[in-house]
């Protein structure tokens, strides 16, 4: 009888913990199992690791609660110190916490073998908080106990060597899993991309028999951001002829390939994914419209932009912010700087970005004043410090006056060290207005800041060949050919016809349409030939 009332009230218990909604509860279960004489010792720890469980991974639980009873635990199992390493591991508010590899060692210290579900949250711990040394003995701590052939501790491996820059140690540990699952390949494919070895991530990707959302979403996103949009578009359209029937684009393929349509000046295909989107059935969210902005702003559309704007029920200042930068690399400083007022008129407080677009449609359209205003007005109004963008913006807006002085005046008062942006831009209204002494002091602060980028050169180059000064000139090609310094990235361009885009570049052109551009020097060759000699036979 007194065997069935415990057995009764261990499960009545259990449940409870199971089901439990909130703290208030939860303390009362608490009471129960500390006060109930019919419990044995071991139902008490059976009980209490439970309890610690439902605090650590429950919303409505409270790690502070569960690390006081964690402490008053005499005989700690494997399971209560993998509930709290996971709790503190999966902590977003403090990432710089040790927490997690303190009981990881206290675990050990305690004689308790770690096993496949301690070693994936200690190593989540260290891919936070990029540690790969730490990772590094963890990693051997895994061979050592066992499980160096479990495919989710090889899966967050992978993710820890990537996070910390060794792709190749991410490779090798990849290869060496022989049950590989789409989470291995995502994360190796993932570590590539994020370490900027794209063509490693496409041969993995090529190699893939199953791809999942994730998969088509880290590969386009990649390659976005690796400066190869041209490709990215290419994976969206491959995506949809041949990708699983269960994937479909999310929101985030549309925002990624929107940026490339942007990076592109795609306006025919962005348009197409704006038609994808409006007949897809996939939410039209805020993060979408802004892209959607920010796209044809880039595409030299703002009528269409404009149009989304205005369409957009609520605004956030990215939003705003987007069609501010849309009117300015378009050259409507006006149109922007009555936005701003609407903006501001609507409520909305700006940011540091927001100024950037602002100052920057100032400097695009020769609005001198309105832009001294703007510069004046976001650290009175908003207290938000300049920072090196807006005084490049504000040397810009100077330059390309030619009010040289004040924009020198403006570099000498900085609160900060002048970057190549900010000498970048004085650098263009001294080439604009061929103030050649002022350009040569430039170019020279600038070479100091990057020595080794050939595109300064190459600019002060320009400057003593304009200036007539040829022998400077031949002493600055002899210093770029001692030191090995070359454009480093080949030139390219793009250009989009028929919804098609079409890139040119030293590395490499479409075979057919050179093909079909030389037949047209030809004709055009043959026929201003036949223009000259018949304009010799009228002189004659």
Not at 111 to 127: A, E, Q, R, S, Y
Not at 150 to 173: P, W
Request: aromatic share 10%; charged share 20%.
């Amino acid at each position: 009888m007194m065997e069935f009332q415990r057995l009764n009230l261990k499960n009545t218990l259990t449940c409870l913990l199971k089901n439990c909604m909130t703290m208030r509860e939860l303390k009362q279960i608490h009471g129960h199992i500390t006060i109930s004489p019919q419990l044995f010792i071991t139902d008490r720890w059976f009980l209490i690791s439970r309890l610690i469980f439902f605090c650590t991974v429950s919303q409505s639980g409270s790690l502070t609660y569960a690390n006081t009873v964690f402490n008053l635990v005499p005989r700690k199992t494997r399971f209560i110190y993998n509930a709290m390493i996971r709790a503190y591991a999966s902590r977003i508010d403090d990432p710089t916490s040790s927490q997690p590899l303190i009981l990881y060692k206290q675990m050990l210290f305690d004689g308790i073998t770690p096993d496949c579900i301690t070693f994936p949250f200690v190593l989540k711990h260290c891919v936070t908080r990029v540690s790969g040394v730490v990772g590094k003995s963890v990693h051997a701590h895994v061979v050592k106990f066992g499980f160096h052939t479990d495919v989710f501790v090889q899966n967050c491996l992978i993710s820890l060597y990537s996070q910390s820059g060794s792709v190749g140690n991410a490779r090798r540990v990849f290869d060496e899993i022989s049950n590989k699952d789409i989470v291995s390949w995502n994360s190796i494919v993932i570590g590539c991309l994020r370490n900027s070895e794209l063509d490693m991530a496409l041969e993995l990707f090529r190699s893939m028999k199953k791809r999942n959302i994730v998969t088509w979403n880290s590969i386009i996103t990649g390659f976005v951001q690796g400066g190869r949009p041209t490709e990215a578009l290419g994976f969206f359209y491959e995506m949809q002829v041949f990708g699983d029937d269960m994937v479909s684009p999310d929101k985030m393929t549309i925002a990624s390939v929107l940026s490339a349509c942007a990076s592109l000046g795609a306006v025919d295909q962005g348009r197409w994914v704006h038609d994808y989107l409006n007949t897809s059935g996939l939410e039209f969210d805020m993060v979408i419209a802004t892209a959607l902005v920010d796209m044809y702003g880039k595409c030299g559309s703002v009528s269409r932009a404009l149009d989304v704007f205005r369409a957009m029920k609520n605004k956030d200042v990215l939003a705003w912010t987007a069609m501010l930068s849309a009117f300015a690399i378009n050259g409507n400083g006006r149109e922007a700087f009555e936005l701003f007022l609407d903006m501001e008129a609507a409520g909305m407080r700006p940011n540091a970005v927001t100024f950037t677009a602002l100052l920057s449609a100032c400097a695009h359209s020769g609005l001198i004043d309105i832009g001294r205003w703007c510069f004046h007005w976001m650290r009175h109004a908003y207290h938000i410090e300049p920072q090196g963008q807006h005084y490049a913006c504000m040397v810009d807006i100077l330059g390309r006056a030619g009010l040289f002085d004040e924009a020198e005046a403006l570099i000498r008062n900085m609160p900060l060290e002048p970057d190549v942006f900010v000498w970048g831009a004085l650098l263009g209204g001294c080439q604009m207005h061929r103030n050649f002494p002022l350009g040569e002091k430039v170019a020279w602060c600038l070479i100091a800041l990057e020595p080794l980028n050939h595109a300064f050169y190459v600019i002060l180059c320009d400057i003593y060949a304009k200036a007539g000064r040829f022998d400077h000139l031949k002493e600055i090609r002899a210093l770029m050919k001692e030191k090995g310094i070359e454009k480093a990235v080949p030139g390219c361009s793009t250009i989009e016809v028929g919804g098609v885009v079409c890139e040119f570049s030293v590395r490499g052109s479409p075979q057919v349409l050179m093909t079909e551009i030389l037949s047209v020097l030809d004709s055009l060759s043959d026929e201003i030939g036949r223009s000259i000699n018949m304009s010799l036979v009228h002189e004659l």
